[in-house]
């Protein structure tokens, strides 16, 4: 029951959301985010006393993170401005292989001779632990890219827009909640822009400029007779985008079941809110779920944690050698399954890619932090498991020779290790929509938005609830539900994936604080798919009367 | 050097103070000095070591409030600190809930700072992983495990004249073991104040005989069985309850403890063995005996005797309320017994034991339902005996179902900061089978 590493923002509706305080940096004023920072000449110059020094101490190979990482948060409830928080947090982290062994050391001294003390620590950290290393690193080739740069495409820049303006949106949301029966409203919108400067040994001299923002929202209804509440949270996604990601914009909105309103690349959060409150009041009365087998409809902001759960984690390559195992845990999905080229993890429509360049992910950079170049490429293909993620010191045990550019750290302080790119299931191929997939289902549910998650450490056994469930009779949508989680197994889940609708209704789903590591470490993350249907699996009824 | 004497806190924080301008201002100025090593496929995999401190002023005119933090404290970063701050509180919107700094308060002596605990050196983590690794291998066994401590200090000011200063150490250790046939693991966590109490060599001996304990797990039928659940078990759960002790979420009708738009205090809801209480105090779990509000923390009695005795109540929703605030728990203590771990066994007829609950998520927070797997040393008991070790359960179950099924309370054990007992409980509800090891 310790708080004191987390700030919590109670009253976010089921599983108060938890801040992981390692993220804040210095507090700042709003004009301060807007500022140039140090210049890229001087980035450069302090990247080459790093890499010197560590070539002079005897580094094989160094890099070098020159990191300003700014964050805006904004808190709301009902009609009142909880926090604003704006932070910076700017520094150097090095990385070194002395006799085959890494050292990695940080500073916020961005001087060179703060930069050469640091550098120093980080051979010496080397130095010492390769006392106890078995086996000396060795790192899969990357091609010198010379000076270059990337930035996520971005239309608003959410540094340039008031604080006022953003205020205003979520008490506008906040109250086109409140006016249509919602209690309680908790709302926040979270902005993140990281300024990355990486120089490695390799020759690489790589300028990035990552924006993200997450809108959110939880609506609570309260029945004060019944000793009631529900609450019903946003539809949004969290987005690798500007602050055009709040526009709205009517051409970006999809249609789900029972007319539900779900949002692509653009999101329209009071719209939102105003239907969140009405299902809320709906979820009181719903009617409780009777156990039993069903076929699932399950919408891609739901579907995108269960991909999550059950695909990004498990096929985590440090997570299937051991590396995790007194944290998160190990993987089913082992090496021999992977050599066998014929392990099922999925029925034969299931292909499943991971990309560190979709437009709009949470993942989206040119390059990643060990400066290779990022790319696409398959982890289950025709439902079979055909590759891991894997980064420059682990592809030698897939006998691969290039990285697939999957490395992250959360911040310049933190060593940056293997992080799970965007995961996604493709959409099918022949033209199917999700009314036509209801039509086709004798006795169903359909769940969107997303619920509460438990998974076992090695990613087998299973149990996720949502945000709305409907159920599905004959073909039609009968009404809404309460008290839904299914259960299942990884590998019988995914080889009951029987249809999956057309490209038409993609989008991405995305988790804002993955956490990893000891000391553990956050990245976001997307996960794109259409809405696919499960056939045959376990509901259980989560209500109990105590 | 990150960790201040009380007099150095309180020479900076009053040089930042008087250059305040503002009706009031609030100074909190914190600092660590924290190690780490972890390790894993029974080679050390990363260590570091971290130095940090940075003040926090607070401003508020009226009711508007500005925060502003810094980590350099010379005359000038203070002067550019306080100023910042009053001038975010200028443009910020009021806060119809902020309540002002508090005026002069007495707090008791903390017991929370061991010399030992700061003096940790990178020489003894790397032996804390070495005691941990060598038999492991000596068993054809696989470590991963983790060392972190820390020292650190916080101090307190503000213009009514309100100062508090505490330091404190900790460390915290978890591995766990696996054979290396892959189908037997076991866990251990410890946490101390005091390092000396801390046996690396000790705690990895009961997780590795847990791994080789818990090979060839057998599936038994997932259902109600009476439990035994060890204290990190028991807490996991217990977390559920502890974060609805709040008066504000339950008058607000949005909470377990909510009951016909009050709330359930003075209501019995569990079990009237069970006694919870936080003491900053305790000489096993000791705490700061403040906290960032500024607030004393005293001994407070949560459910007595099955009732619930306190909600914690803000400095907002008590004025609101008419009552005076009762701080968050720092800590949980909850009573226990005189029986043994094997007293428990011994006097189970069929049962299972439970080393530790994973992954668990909150289903409804009307009843407090949590889902979960077991994990790391699962067996079953028949006839007062561990007879073999069984597959993994996911189990969906509420603490307050949990502690009105209470069978028998056994001794407490220090976890994560919190003392929990032993906890014998019937009809714990297990629903599905996990092949997870």
């Given at each position: 029951?310790?708080?004191?590493?987390?700030?919590?923002?109670?009253?976010?509706?089921?599983?108060?959301?938890?801040?992981?305080?390692?993220?804040?940096?210095?507090?700042?004023?709003?004009?301060?985010?807007?500022?140039?920072?140090?210049?890229?000449?001087?980035?450069?110059?302090?990247?080459?006393?790093?890499?010197?020094?560590?070539?002079?101490?005897?580094?094989?190979?160094?890099?070098?993170?020159?990191?300003?990482?700014?964050?805006?948060?904004?808190?709301?409830?009902?009609?009142?401005?909880?926090?604003?928080?704006?932070?910076?947090?700017?520094?150097i982290?090095?990385?070194?292989?002395v006799?085959?062994?890494?050292?990695?050391?940080?500073?916020?001294?961005?001087?060179?001779?703060?930069?050469?003390?640091?550098?120093?620590?980080?051979?010496?950290?080397?130095?010492?632990?390769?006392?106890?290393?078995?086996?000396?690193?060795?790192?899969?080739?990357?091609?010198?890219?010379?000076?270059?740069?990337?930035?996520?495409?971005?239309?608003?820049?959410?540094?340039?827009?008031?604080?006022?303006?953003?205020?205003?949106?979520?008490?506008?949301?906040?109250?086109?909640?409140?006016?249509?029966?919602?209690?309680?409203?908790?709302?926040?919108?979270?902005?993140?822009?990281?300024?990355?400067?990486?120089?490695?040994?390799?020759?690489?001299?790589?300028?990035?400029?990552?924006?993200?923002?997450?809108?959110?929202?939880?609506?609570t209804?309260?029945?004060?007779?019944?000793?009631?509440?529900?609450?019903?949270?946003?539809?949004?996604?969290?987005?690798?985008?500007?602050?055009?990601?709040?526009?709205?914009?009517?051409?970006?909105?999809?249609?789900?079941?029972?007319?539900?309103?779900?949002?692509?690349?653009?999101?329209?959060?009071?719209?939102?809110?105003?239907?969140?409150?009405?299902?809320a009041?709906?979820?009181?009365?719903?009617?409780?779920?009777?156990?039993?087998?069903?076929?699932?409809?399950?919408?891609?902001?739901?579907?995108?944690?269960?991909?999550?759960?059950?695909?990004?984690?498990?096929?985590?390559l440090?997570?299937?050698?051991?590396?995790?195992a007194?944290?998160?845990?190990?993987?089913?999905?082992?090496?021999?399954?992977?050599?066998?080229?014929?392990?099922?993890?999925?029925?034969?429509?299931?292909?499943?890619?991971?990309?560190?360049?979709?437009?709009?992910?949470?993942?989206?950079?040119?390059y990643?932090?060990?400066?290779?170049?990022?790319?696409?490429w398959?982890?289950?293909?025709?439902?079979?498991?055909v590759?891991?993620?894997?980064?420059?010191?682990?592809?030698?045990?897939?006998?691969?020779?290039?990285?697939?550019?999957?490395?992250?750290?959360?911040?310049?302080?933190?060593?940056?290790?293997?992080?799970?790119?965007?995961?996604?299931?493709?959409?099918?191929?022949?033209?199917?929509?999700v009314q036509?997939?209801?039509k086709?289902?004798?006795?169903?549910?359909?769940?969107?938005?997303?619920?509460?998650?438990?998974?076992?450490?090695?990613?087998?056994?299973?149990?996720?609830g949502?945000?709305?469930?409907?159920?599905?009779?004959?073909?039609?949508?009968?009404?809404?539900?309460?008290?839904?989680?299914?259960?299942?197994?990884?590998?019988?889940?995914?080889?009951a994936?029987?249809?999956?609708?057309?490209?038409?209704?993609?989008?991405?789903?995305?988790?804002?604080?993955?956490?990893?590591?000891?000391?553990?470490?956050?990245?976001?993350?997307?996960?794109?798919?259409?809405?696919?249907?499960?056939?045959?699996?376990?509901?259980?009824?989560?209500?109990?009367?105590? | 050097?990150?960790?201040?004497?009380?007099?150095?806190?309180?020479?900076?924080?009053?040089?930042?103070?008087?250059?305040?301008?503002?009706?009031?201002?609030?100074?909190?100025?914190?600092?660590?000095?924290?190690?780490n090593?972890?390790?894993?496929?029974?080679?050390?995999?990363?260590s570091?070591?971290?130095?940090?401190?940075?003040?926090?002023?607070?401003?508020?005119?009226?009711?508007?409030?500005?925060?502003?933090?810094?980590?350099?404290?010379?005359?000038?970063?203070?002067?550019?600190?306080v100023?910042?701050?009053?001038?975010?509180?200028?443009?910020?919107?009021?806060?119809?809930?902020?309540?002002?700094?508090?005026?002069?308060?007495?707090?008791?002596?903390?017991?929370?700072?061991?010399?030992?605990?700061?003096?940790?050196?990178?020489?003894?983590?790397?032996?804390?992983?070495?005691?941990?690794?060598?038999?492991?291998?000596?068993?054809?066994?696989?470590?991963?495990?983790?060392?972190?401590?820390?020292?650190?200090?916080s101090?307190?000011?503000?213009?009514?004249?309100?100062?508090?200063?505490?330091?404190?150490?900790?460390?915290?250790?978890?591995?766990?073991?696996?054979?290396?046939?892959?189908?037997?693991?076991?866990?251990?966590?410890?946490?101390?104040?005091?390092?000396?109490?801390?046996?690396?060599?000790?705690?990895?001996?009961?997780?590795?005989?847990?791994?080789?304990?818990?090979?060839?797990?057998?599936?038994?039928?997932?259902?109600?069985?009476?439990?035994?659940?060890?204290?990190?078990?028991?807490?996991?759960?217990?977390?559920?309850?502890?974060y609805?002790?709040?008066?504000?979420?339950a008058?607000?009708?949005?909470?377990?403890?909510?009951?016909?738009g009050?709330?359930?205090?003075?209501?019995?809801?569990?079990?009237?063995?069970?006694?919870?209480?936080?003491?900053?105090?305790?000489?096993?779990?000791?705490?700061?005996t403040?906290?960032?509000?500024?607030?004393?923390?005293?001994?407070?009695?949560?459910?007595?005797?099955?009732?619930?005795?306190?909600?914690?109540?803000?400095?907002?929703?008590?004025?609101?309320?008419?009552?005076?605030?009762?701080?968050?728990?720092?800590?949980?203590?909850?009573?226990?017994?005189?029986?043994?771990?094997?007293?428990?066994?011994?006097?189970?007829?069929?049962?299972?034991?439970?080393?530790?609950?994973?992954?668990?998520?909150?289903?409804?927070?009307?009843?407090?339902l949590?889902?979960?797997?077991?994990?790391?040393?699962?067996?079953?008991?028949?006839?007062?005996?561990i007879?073999?070790?069984?597959?993994?359960?996911?189990?969906?179950?509420?603490?307050?179902?949990?502690?009105?099924?209470?069978e028998?309370?056994?001794?407490?054990?220090?976890?994560?900061?919190?003392?929990?007992?032993?906890?014998?409980?019937?009809?714990?509800?297990?629903?599905?089978?996990?092949?997870?090891?």
């Amino acid at each position: 029951m310790k708080r004191r590493d987390f700030m919590q923002m109670s009253g976010m509706g089921a599983g108060a959301l938890l801040l992981p305080t390692s993220l804040m940096g210095s507090n700042i004023d709003a004009e301060a985010l807007l500022a140039p920072g140090m210049d890229i000449i001087e980035k450069k110059r302090m990247a080459n006393v790093a890499l010197n020094t560590a070539k002079s101490l005897g580094a094989t190979y160094a890099d070098a993170r020159i990191g300003r990482y700014l964050n805006q948060y904004v808190f709301t409830r009902e009609d009142k401005v909880q926090n604003v928080v704006n932070t910076e947090s700017f520094g150097i982290g090095i990385r070194v292989i002395v006799n085959g062994t890494w050292g990695f050391a940080s500073t916020n001294d961005v001087s060179a001779d703060g930069v050469k003390k640091a550098t120093e620590q980080a051979a010496n950290i080397a130095k010492a632990n390769s006392k106890f290393q078995k086996e000396r690193v060795v790192l899969a080739p990357v091609a010198s890219q010379g000076d270059v740069s990337w930035k996520t495409p971005i239309k608003k820049d959410f540094k340039s827009i008031p604080v006022s303006e953003k205020v205003e949106l979520l008490l506008d949301a906040n109250s086109a909640a409140l006016n249509n029966g919602a209690n309680y409203v908790n709302s926040a919108l979270f902005m993140v822009n990281e300024q990355k400067y990486f120089a490695s040994t390799d020759g690489s001299y790589i300028d990035q400029d990552v924006h993200r923002i997450w809108p959110t929202f939880g609506v609570t209804a309260i029945d004060q007779a019944g000793g009631k509440f529900k609450t019903r949270q946003a539809m949004s996604a969290p987005m690798g985008m500007g602050y055009e990601y709040l526009d709205g914009l009517e051409s970006e909105k999809l249609v789900g079941a029972n007319g539900l309103k779900l949002y692509r690349n653009s999101y329209d959060i009071v719209e939102d809110a105003k239907i969140a409150a009405e299902q809320a009041k709906e979820m009181l009365t719903a009617k409780s779920v009777d156990p039993g087998k069903y076929d699932l409809v399950l919408e891609p902001n739901h579907l995108g944690l269960t991909i999550h759960e059950s695909v990004g984690h498990p096929t985590e390559l440090d997570r299937v050698l051991g590396y995790e195992a007194n944290y998160a845990g190990t993987s089913f999905a082992t090496i021999d399954k992977w050599k066998s080229k014929n392990f099922k993890y999925g029925s034969d429509i299931v292909n499943i890619v991971a990309d560190k360049t979709q437009a709009g992910s949470l993942g989206a950079v040119g390059y990643d932090d060990e400066g290779v170049p990022c790319k696409k490429w398959d982890i289950i293909r025709n439902g079979v498991l055909v590759n891991y993620q894997a980064i420059r010191d682990q592809v030698k045990i897939l006998d691969q020779n290039e990285s697939h550019g999957c490395c992250y750290a959360q911040s310049w302080n933190d060593v940056q290790f293997q992080r799970m790119p965007n995961i996604s299931l493709e959409a099918g191929k022949e033209k199917y929509s999700v009314q036509e997939m209801i039509k086709d289902v004798e006795k169903g549910i359909y769940i969107a938005g997303r619920g509460s998650y438990s998974i076992d450490q090695q990613r087998y056994n299973f149990q996720f609830g949502g945000t709305v469930f409907y159920e599905i009779k004959n073909g039609e949508i009968v009404g809404m539900l309460n008290d839904v989680a299914y259960q299942s197994n990884t590998q019988e889940f995914w080889n009951a994936c029987s249809k999956i609708c057309d490209k038409d209704d993609y989008r991405l789903f995305g988790s804002f604080f993955d956490g990893k590591g000891q000391p553990s470490q956050i990245s976001a993350v997307s996960h794109g798919s259409s809405t696919t249907r499960f056939n045959g699996i376990n509901v259980i009824n989560t209500g109990r009367t105590v | 050097m990150a960790i201040y004497t009380e007099e150095q806190a309180r020479k900076i924080m009053e040089k930042a103070l008087s250059f305040s301008k503002a009706d009031a201002c609030e100074i909190n100025l914190s600092g660590s000095e924290s190690g780490n090593i972890r390790y894993a496929r029974n080679t050390v995999s990363t260590s570091g070591h971290r130095s940090n401190h940075s003040m926090v002023v607070q401003s508020n005119f009226g009711k508007k409030m500005g925060t502003a933090t810094i980590d350099e404290f010379d005359d000038e970063s203070l002067k550019r600190v306080v100023a910042r701050s009053e001038e975010l509180a200028k443009l910020s919107p009021e806060n119809p809930e902020f309540m002002g700094p508090l005026g002069p308060q007495k707090y008791d002596e903390a017991i929370t700072f061991v010399e030992a605990t700061a003096d940790i050196s990178p020489d003894f983590r790397a032996e804390v992983a070495n005691n941990s690794i060598e038999p492991a291998v000596a068993k054809d066994v696989t470590a991963a495990g983790f060392l972190d401590d820390a020292s650190s200090f916080s101090a307190m000011i503000n213009s009514k004249g309100l100062f508090a200063y505490n330091k404190e150490t900790g460390l915290k250790f978890t591995v766990t073991m696996r054979t290396n046939d892959g189908t037997g693991s076991g866990w251990v966590s410890r946490d101390f104040n005091d390092v000396r109490k801390f046996d690396a060599v000790e705690a990895s001996k009961v997780a590795i005989d847990k791994a080789i304990m818990s090979k060839q797990a057998k599936a038994i039928e997932p259902g109600k069985y009476t439990v035994i659940l060890e204290p990190s078990a028991g807490l996991g759960l217990l977390n559920g309850l502890g974060y609805d002790l709040d008066a504000r979420k339950a008058d607000e009708g949005r909470s377990f403890m909510s009951k016909d738009g009050g709330t359930k205090q003075g209501d019995k809801i569990v079990d009237e063995r069970v006694n919870i209480w936080s003491d900053p105090l305790h000489p096993e779990v000791p705490t700061a005996t403040w906290n960032g509000s500024g607030q004393p923390l005293k001994k407070t009695s949560w459910i007595e005797n099955g009732v619930v005795k306190n909600l914690a109540y803000d400095r907002f929703w008590a004025s609101k309320k008419g009552v005076e605030p009762v701080p968050y728990a720092s800590n949980f203590i909850m009573a226990g017994g005189d029986a043994s771990l094997d007293d428990l066994i011994k006097s189970t007829k069929k049962g299972i034991l439970v080393t530790r609950l994973w992954y668990i998520r909150s289903v409804d927070p009307q009843t407090l339902l949590y889902t979960g797997l077991t994990r790391d040393g699962t067996f079953y008991i028949e006839n007062g005996v561990i007879k073999y070790p069984v597959k993994n359960f996911r189990f969906n179950e509420s603490p307050i179902i949990m502690l009105n099924n209470l069978e028998t309370l056994g001794k407490q054990v220090r976890v994560d900061g919190n003392l929990i007992p032993y906890m014998k409980i019937r009809d714990f509800t297990f629903t599905s089978l996990s092949d997870a090891v």
